[in-house]
């Protein structure tokens, strides 16, 4: 048995450039949504291709505040893969839509699309997927399917009607860097919702991004000032424009939210941002050597690096064939024992007291529980040194040898 060696499940990767940058916004005098806030959107909408950007505190307040730009709300309907975090839905619950969750496909993480299509009726009026791990879901499968249902679709605001269409919101919280046919994830979907939680690939402790494409016939600056007006107050100026020299007057044009980015927050972004390819060079190496190790032990990962797409190396999401979830269990425990910290991605939905509560019920949802059943993640971040993925490598084939 090798020696036992602590690897955390997920650390945050900072070092001084981070440090650095906070401690310049905290000398400048502006903590607040300012201009570092509106550097880092320009950065990252130039770095995902994408029409527009908005830096909100969490991915959550992004996929929440798209729904509410689009008009979505009582009466209507959004489609969710049932597994997911429980963010992905509980933002339609938010806004008072009904929820409608999908179950994986037998042999795959993914929603079922052929599902997805049988459900879509008048009253949907958008579609959440997930991009698990950071590997891209079916892009080009989903906008086939909510061109086929146009003539279904009822607007409901002028937004949606200049879409035709049921809107593709992707749950991208894992998801930046990665790549789908060539294009980067975040200019694929309508809009997209990115994560900068302490445990994502970039960081700025708490916040995300959404980014957009452009809507023919909605100026894209208008969606930046409605998204702006959600997530302040309703307030019709921000802190930094009332700065301005007697500036002071604004209005309140809706009793809203509260749920912007603050300047300090961007200035660990802006440092992120600019280590961030070097970040996902390294995933990739940890990927690859995982694969290597475990796909000949029958271990089934993620399919994070194929022809048409790139993951953004996110999660190392596998299952351990022919294990159940009692045994399952067992092996994570024994990795924790072995100073090696494990997790699972994720607990379908129906399976949390909140959904339940809803009237989900698992045993509708049988590939879902076998997805999890035998579902470990292993730890994947940037901070592991080659010692450390040696260590998990040789722990946890000797787990699942044992197991065999």
Same mark, same amino acid.
């Given at each position: 048995?090798?020696?036992?060696?602590?690897?955390?499940?997920?650390?945050?990767?900072?070092?001084?450039?981070?440090?650095?940058?906070?401690?310049?916004?905290?000398?400048?005098?502006?903590?607040?949504?300012?201009?570092?806030?509106?550097?880092?959107?320009?950065?990252?909408?130039?770095?995902?291709?994408?029409?527009?950007?908005?830096?909100?505190?969490?991915?959550?307040?992004?996929?929440?505040?798209?729904?509410?730009?689009?008009?979505?709300?009582?009466?209507?309907?959004?489609?969710?893969?049932?597994?997911?975090?429980?963010?992905?839905?509980?933002?339609?619950?938010?806004?008072?839509?009904?929820?409608?969750?999908?179950?994986?496909?037998?042999?795959?993480?993914?929603?079922?699309?052929?599902?997805?299509?049988?459900?879509?009726?008048?009253?949907?009026? #958008? &579609?959440?997927?997930?991009? %698990?791990?950071?590997? +891209?879901?079916?892009?080009?499968?989903?906008?086939? /399917? *909510? @061109?086929?249902?146009?003539?279904?679709?009822?607007?409901?605001?002028?937004?949606?009607?200049?879409?035709?269409?049921?809107?593709?919101?992707?749950?991208?919280?894992?998801?930046?860097?990665?790549?789908?046919?060539?294009?980067?994830?975040?200019?694929?979907?309508?809009?997209?919702?990115?994560?900068?939680?302490?445990?994502?690939?970039?960081?700025?402790?708490?916040?995300?991004?959404?980014?957009?494409?452009?809507?023919?016939?909605?100026?894209?600056?208008?969606?930046?000032?409605?998204?702006?007006?959600?997530?302040?107050?309703?307030?019709?100026?921000?802190?930094?424009?009332?700065?301005?020299?007697?500036?002071?007057?604004?209005?309140?044009?809706?009793?809203?939210?509260?749920?912007?980015?603050?300047?300090?927050?961007? #200035? &660990?972004?802006?440092?992120? %941002?600019?280590?961030? +390819?070097?970040?996902?060079?390294?995933?990739?190496? /940890? *990927? @690859?050597?995982?694969?290597?190790?475990?796909?000949?032990?029958?271990?089934?990962?993620?399919?994070?690096?194929?022809?048409?797409?790139?993951?953004?190396?996110?999660?190392?999401?596998?299952?351990?064939?022919?294990?159940?979830?009692?045994?399952?269990?067992?092996?994570?425990?024994?990795?924790?024992?072995?100073?090696?910290?494990?997790?699972?991605?994720?607990?379908?939905?129906?399976?949390?007291?909140?959904?339940?509560?809803?009237?989900?019920?698992?045993?509708?949802?049988?590939?879902?529980?076998?997805?999890?059943?035998?579902?470990?993640?292993?730890?994947?971040?940037?901070?592991?040194?080659?010692?450390?993925?040696?260590?998990?490598?040789?722990?946890?084939?000797?787990?699942?040898?044992?197991?065999?």
């Amino acid at each position: 048995m090798p020696v036992k060696i602590n690897v955390p499940f997920s650390s945050p990767d900072i070092t001084e450039a981070e440090i650095a940058e906070v401690a310049d916004a905290l000398r400048s005098g502006w903590i607040t949504t300012g201009p570092r806030v509106k550097e880092l959107e320009r950065l990252l909408q130039d770095y995902l291709g994408a029409a527009g950007c908005c830096c909100l505190s969490s991915q959550t307040a992004c996929a929440e505040m798209v729904l509410r730009v689009l008009g979505v709300g009582f009466g209507d309907e959004v489609i969710v893969p049932v597994y997911t975090y429980t963010a992905t839905a509980s933002v339609v619950c938010h806004v008072g839509a009904t929820l409608v969750l999908i179950d994986c496909q037998p042999d795959s993480f993914e929603m079922d699309y052929d599902a997805v299509e049988a459900v879509v009726n008048e009253k949907t009026k #958008a &579609i959440i997927p997930v991009d %698990l791990g950071g590997v +891209p879901c079916d892009y080009d499968t989903i906008f086939r /399917i *909510v @061109e086929q249902k146009k003539h279904l679709f009822r607007p409901a605001n002028p937004i949606q009607e200049a879409m035709g269409r049921v809107a593709v919101c992707a749950d991208t919280a894992h998801a930046l860097g990665a790549m789908w046919h060539g294009r980067p994830v975040g200019s694929i979907a309508d809009f997209s919702s990115f994560s900068f939680h302490a445990v994502k690939n970039l960081t700025t402790a708490e916040g995300g991004c959404l980014a957009w494409r452009s809507v023919p016939g909605v100026d894209d600056g208008e969606i930046y000032r409605n998204l702006q007006l959600l997530s302040l107050h309703g307030q019709s100026k921000d802190a930094l424009a009332k700065t301005k020299l007697g500036a002071w007057e604004y209005d309140v044009v809706g009793p809203w939210y509260k749920c912007n980015m603050t300047d300090v927050m961007a #200035a &660990i972004g802006l440092a992120q %941002l600019d280590r961030y +390819p070097t970040m996902l060079t390294r995933r990739r190496e /940890i *990927v @690859e050597r995982y694969n290597k190790a475990f796909k000949p032990l029958g271990v089934e990962p993620l399919p994070h690096y194929t022809e048409d797409s790139s993951s953004s190396g996110h999660l190392y999401i596998c299952r351990v064939s022919g294990i159940n979830a009692e045994q399952r269990n067992s092996l994570i425990a024994n990795m924790a024992g072995r100073g090696v910290a494990c997790n699972v991605h994720y607990k379908p939905l129906p399976m949390m007291t909140a959904y339940k509560n809803l009237g989900f019920d698992i045993a509708d949802y049988p590939n879902a529980y076998a997805r999890f059943a035998n579902e470990v993640t292993l730890p994947l971040h940037t901070c592991l040194t080659n010692e450390q993925v040696e260590y998990v490598i040789e722990c946890f084939t000797e787990e699942v040898k044992s197991l065999r």
